[in-house]
């Protein structure tokens, strides 16, 4: 038996010793250490010895075990470190070749807008809030002061979901939300998608983006609205840009107004991109936020008052970068959209 074990022994040094891969060591493995394994099959078999040959053949035996899986256990270290090394040698990384022609992706027009948006009202003290698309009726159009009869309300101009939900119209529906929730004072913007049935053409889509803002505190005034928008159309299109004030009229505001400022193709000459007025298309609507629409949300008008503004952010991105079409930023043709 100890003969039998000796050459055991010997043969599995030199199998290891020979094994050039991890998964020919595993078979070697299993040749003596399985289940069924030389080594296993001679250790279990131990017990048919004689009494007095098992305590010495059996030492021997697990010294014999214990020395082989010595061996076998570097040599996997062994082989790993080689794989490793190899991989390393093959797989190295020259970081001083030239990358080529790499194309970068980038922020999509629209995005980089509404983004330099916030970044602006951040800075003048608005805080940012989120709101959803799918609106009920009473936010999108009761709270906000729109009488049963307004146009606006009409199947043909709006997309209901049911009765009492639709497809927010404007985002001036979080004005609502941000008053019920945080009451007064109040410094807000909020921005996102809204939905009209307006027809398709050069500056309307029937899917387009605003950005809302909202303040509320003592002694608000036209005047901060004004100053607020001044601020906003300067720091946005630069200090040259000229400003017209509008008188319009909204049922959540009083006074309102719709801005506009100097066309971005002519800077104020005059040409078909403008029908030769000198003045863009319109940007934004605004207003003294209505005493119906604070007391709709239980913020009290004999103290506090607010001003209110909604922009279409299309249209500002078509004016900062002089996109004549507003249809160009939804189709995602990369010729167009690589220009920026
Ligand atoms: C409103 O939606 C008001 N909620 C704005 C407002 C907010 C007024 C707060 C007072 C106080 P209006 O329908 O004018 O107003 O739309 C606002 C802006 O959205 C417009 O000035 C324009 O820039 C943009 N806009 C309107 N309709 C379209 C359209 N179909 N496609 C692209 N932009 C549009």
Request: glycine letters at 8%; proline letters at 4%.
């Amino acid at each position: 038996m100890k003969e039998l074990l000796q050459t055991l022994r010997a043969d599995a040094l030199k199998a290891i010793e020979g094994a050039a891969s991890e998964e020919e060591l595993e078979k070697i493995r299993l040749q003596y250490f399985g289940k069924k394994g030389e080594l296993t099959q001679i250790l279990k078999g131990l017990g048919k010895l004689p009494k007095d040959e098992r305590p010495v053949i059996g030492a021997y035996a697990n010294e014999v075990r214990e020395f082989v899986q010595g061996i076998w256990d570097e040599k996997v270290e062994t082989l790993k470190k080689a794989a490793y090394e190899t991989r390393m040698e093959e797989e190295y990384l020259d970081v001083t070749l030239d990358a080529g022609d790499l194309r970068i992706g980038h922020r999509h027009p629209l995005l980089a807008t509404k983004e330099e948006l916030e970044d602006l009202f951040v800075e003048m003290g608005f805080t940012v809030v989120d709101g959803p698309e799918i609106e009920s009726v009473a936010n999108n159009f009761d709270a906000l002061n729109s009488p049963k009869n307004h146009p606006s309300r009409d199947k043909s101009d709006t997309f209901y979901i049911d009765d009492d939900t639709l497809l927010r119209t404007h985002t001036s529906p979080m004005q609502i939300r941000a008053m019920k929730k945080y009451g007064a004072p109040l410094r807000i913007v909020s921005s996102g998608r809204v939905f009209r049935f307006d027809d398709v053409d050069d500056t309307h889509s029937p899917m387009f983006h605003q950005f809302e803002g909202l303040v509320v505190d003592k002694g608000v005034s036209l005047a901060n609205l004004i100053d607020t928008l001044n601020v906003f159309v300067h720091e946005m299109f630069g200090d040259d840009m000229q400003i017209r004030y509008r008188p319009h009229n909204f049922p959540f505001t009083e006074p309102s107004t719709e801005v506009d400022v100097t066309c971005h193709a002519c800077h104020g000459e005059g040409c078909p991109a403008c029908n030769f007025t000198g003045w863009s298309m319109e940007l934004l609507g605004a207003g003294v936020v209505h005493p119906n629409v604070l007391k709709n949300c239980g913020i009290d008008p004999d103290v506090y008052s607010g001003f209110a503004f909604g922009m279409g952010v299309d249209r500002i991105a078509m004016v900062k970068y002089g996109i004549t079409d507003i249809r160009l930023m939804f189709e995602n043709d990369a010729r167009f959209l690589t220009q920026f």
